[in-house]
């Protein structure tokens, strides 16, 4: 399904993601707030609204599916400020047919902040074995002296990612260049300046099979969430310090004039539901990594030392 300026702006359900990275408003009646007791199997994983709650969370992933994800979490506080600091950890319950919930695995979660700002998500690794309902709870933990914030909300694994998933063969796209629009890379690029990520289309890189790739889709002029003009600089940064062992491509979400209104055929090409996405893909064409919405360096820059020394992503 191509991606449409509704699709853009609802980075993750109800437009979540862009409160926290934008600095928004809290979300609405989707969100969790609260410090209820721990699920119980007559009311698992209720969403309970509390007045004067302290702890918002709002899923900030805009798919989720069997196996490996990178689940992303937002959290506002009682004055609908983004909560970057504290000890986050994140348990999963499977929802079963009963309507019990069955505790399947827990995880502590990181902030990733946007550019270096105190806007972001919370961020955890997790692996889902079962389609369908499921909830998280989500436990902050301060200083000694405060009692731990919770938080839960319901989510939906399904069986396989609309974007190219962990392992699965990179689309081969004849993406644009800078040779294609004559050297006029602000036909391709909506960043200003245009930024030099627009040498090689993603089939010629991945063609050659010689050097891994990171391809960042992303487009600075128009993002709703004001994600990917930082998401850009991460991915400059890495390039400048690997370009001659691996290869970095920006790819416009738009086509030029950059309207909002047509989308570029390699974005429709590897089914985005979102943006900023970056992929991290080896010599063979497969997907290794991927990371929706802002990641900043030091969280993309282990996946590509694995895939560049042919080792393997947990």
């Not at 899923?59 to 979490?73: C, D, I, K, T």
């Not at 938080?151 to 004849?174: M, T």
């Amino acid at each position: 399904m191509p991606l449409t300026r509704r699709h853009v702006v609802r980075l993750a359900a109800g437009g979540a993601i862009a409160s926290f990275v934008a600095g928004c408003q809290a979300p609405g009646p989707s969100g969790a707030t609260g410090q209820a007791a721990a699920p119980t199997a007559a009311n698992p994983l209720v969403k309970p609204r509390a007045s004067g709650a302290d702890l918002t969370a709002v899923q900030a992933s805009s798919e989720l599916a069997l196996g490996r994800n990178r689940f992303a979490v937002g959290l506002l506080d009682a004055r609908n400020q983004p909560i970057t600091s504290g000890s986050l950890n994140l348990e999963f319950f499977k929802v079963l047919k009963n309507g019990n919930a069955e505790k399947r695995a827990e995880t502590p979660a990181v902030f990733r902040s946007v550019g270096g700002t105190s806007r972001g998500v919370w961020v955890g690794p997790a692996n889902f074995a079962e389609t369908g309902q499921w909830g998280a709870q989500v436990t902050l933990a301060g200083d000694a002296a405060s009692a731990p914030r919770v938080a839960r909300f319901n989510f939906e694994v399904k069986d396989r990612f609309s974007a190219p998933g962990y392992d699965e063969a990179a689309p081969r796209s004849a993406s644009l260049t800078d040779k294609d629009v004559g050297g006029d890379t602000s036909h391709i690029c909506s960043n200003s300046p245009p930024c030099r990520l627009h040498s090689l289309s993603i089939a010629d890189a991945l063609n050659a099979a010689d050097k891994p790739l990171v391809v960042l889709f992303a487009t600075p002029a128009l993002c709703t969430s004001a994600t990917c003009g930082p998401e850009l600089d991460a991915i400059s940064q890495l390039a400048n310090s690997y370009s001659e062992r691996a290869n970095f491509i920006h790819i416009e979400i738009y086509q030029y004039p950059f309207d909002g209104q047509h989308v570029a055929k390699t974005v429709d090409e590897w089914r985005l539901p979102s943006d900023p996405w970056t992929f991290v893909v080896d010599k063979a064409g497969i997907v290794r990594d991927r990371f929706e919405g802002s990641a900043p360096p030091e969280e993309i820059e282990p996946s590509l030392k694995a895939v560049l020394s042919g080792g393997a992503l947990s």
